[in-house]
């Protein structure tokens, strides 16, 4: 199982259809604890990158609505 920290050390973070900053706070705060610590990086796949893939200066993959799992599968 992952903890919360293995999140902040982990080498990369894959965000699937997740808006950390929104829907899980305590997720936030460690992947930009990491992030500020230049511990890791976040990849998130998504339609848009929202505030808070950019405040953890996470790199877009993207992805319509409803696409994801076909985004990740290619």
Not at 31 to 59: H, Y
């Amino acid at each position: 199982s992952v903890t919360f920290a293995d999140l902040e050390k982990a080498p990369a973070v894959l965000l699937v259809a997740f808006e950390p900053e929104d829907e899980g706070g305590i997720v936030f705060l460690r992947l930009r604890k990491g992030v500020t610590a230049q511990r890791n990086r976040v990849f998130a796949v998504a339609p848009f990158a929202s505030r808070g893939v950019e405040r953890l200066r996470g790199t877009l993959v993207p992805a319509a609505p409803g696409t994801e799992a076909e985004v990740l599968d290619a």
